[in-house]
């Protein structure tokens, strides 16, 4: 058995999306008998296997400490995994699969703006019609416990198995929670987000299992394959600035240092006045304009693939879970 199993989406955007996240960290994700093999593998980690898994069973397997890592949406973890956060950890954001689980109301509904009014609504549907208003979802356990926190008692569930947000329309429920990106769906069926009905600001994660076997080889897995993500998400927020003139210093780079939120890696400048700087984008002009004051005949900036560094915060963050 591989010292480290990582989870991700068998199928759809979410797994070409979690093949780009590894892939941008150097790392791709391979399957040695084709697209319709559930197991793989990921280059230049011999120790680590991946399982091909759809999102919800993802999330499952990580409670139970099936698999160490997983990719999947946060949405799917606070839904199936109850207390997810004494089970789960979710490592870092992916910035993709982004969506909101929402609470929608018929657009003919023009006094409900807020959960107040719609528990106002849903007293006044209880008391005059005998039956609590209808909710359609697949999200029973987030609707539960944010109807909850809102003080909204008089409703049932009624769990959605197709097209949630047509249920109002064929008059199976009287509103929905549903996962939205655009909410383009939601106003085509006529329906509206209630104001203060954002349950969840829900993206993609990988996510790490607190249950799972964390054996030592584990652990170094991990801390492998954490290093080239935190490697290659350093590099993408920097570019590569490098001059080199005679009166270039120590107290010079100090300054810039600084001034233009950069970095040295490599220290002060070399005898020759060499100096390697690492800059946010925003700041490079404002960097090389000042480097030509301080005499750089020229100034040179180029893209970064990877920056490793001494420290690894998202293993560090792990880490610190697992005790």
Same mark, same amino acid.
């Given at each position: 058995m591989s010292a480290l199993i990582v989870a991700v989406p068998s199928k759809g955007r979410l797994q070409e999306n979690a093949s780009a996240f590894f892939a941008r960290a150097g790392m791709a994700l391979t399957q040695s008998r084709g697209a319709?093999? @559930?197991? #793989?593998?990921? $280059?230049?980690?011999?120790?680590?296997? =991946?399982a091909y898994l759809s999102a919800s069973e993802i999330a499952s397997q990580l409670a139970s400490g099936a698999v160490h890592l997983g990719v999947t949406g946060?949405?799917?973890?606070?839904? &199936? =995994? %109850?207390?997810?956060?004494a089970k789960v950890l979710l490592v870092e954001g992916l910035g993709f699969g982004f969506a909101n689980v929402v609470v929608a109301v018929p657009q003919a509904w023009i006094d409900v703006r807020t959960m107040r009014d719609l528990d106002d609504v849903a007293t006044h549907f209880h008391a005059s019609r005998g039956r609590r208003m209808r909710v359609?979802? !697949? @999200?029973l356990n987030l609707t539960r416990g944010f109807f909850e926190?809102? /003080? =909204?008692?008089? @409703?049932? =569930?009624?769990? +959605?198995?197709?097209? &949630?947000? /047509?249920?109002p329309a064929a008059g199976t429920a009287e509103l929905i929670v549903d996962i939205t990106t655009t909410g383009a769906?939601? $106003?085509?069926?006529?329906?509206?987000?209630?104001?203060?009905?954002?349950?969840?600001?829900?993206?993609?994660?990988?996510?790490? +299992?607190?249950?799972?076997?964390?054996?030592?080889? *584990?652990? *170094?897995?991990?801390?492998?394959?954490?290093?080239?993500? &935190?490697? *290659? !998400?350093?590099?993408?927020?920097?570019?590569?600035?490098k001059s080199r003139f005679a009166g270039c210093d120590a107290a010079m780079i100090e300054e810039a240092v600084q001034r233009?939120?950069?970095?040295? %890696?490599? #220290? *002060? %400048? &070399?005898? $020759?006045?060499m100096v390697t700087l690492h800059c946010p984008p925003d700041t490079l002009h404002g960097l090389?304009?000042?480097?030509?004051?301080?005499?750089?005949?020229s100034v040179s900036v180029g893209p970064l693939d990877y920056v490793f560094a001494a420290e690894n915060p998202l293993y560090e963050k792990l880490e610190a879970r697992l005790g």
């Open positions: 319709r093999e @559930y197991r #793989g593998a990921l $280059s230049g980690l011999p120790e680590v296997e =991946i946060e949405d799917l973890v606070r839904e &199936t =995994i %109850p207390d997810a956060d359609a979802t !697949k @999200y926190r809102h /003080g =909204i008692v008089d @409703y049932r =569930i009624v769990e +959605s198995l197709g097209a &949630t947000e /047509g249920t769906t939601l $106003s085509a069926n006529a329906l509206k987000v209630v104001d203060d009905g954002v349950m969840l600001r829900s993206e993609a994660n990988l996510v790490a +299992s607190l249950g799972a076997d964390w054996n030592e080889a *584990a652990r *170094a897995a991990a801390r492998a394959l954490l290093d080239r993500v &935190t490697a *290659a !998400k350093r590099a993408a927020t920097m570019r590569e600035v233009f939120r950069c970095t040295a %890696p490599f #220290g *002060a %400048p &070399t005898s $020759s006045g090389a304009v000042y480097l030509r004051e301080k005499g750089a005949a």
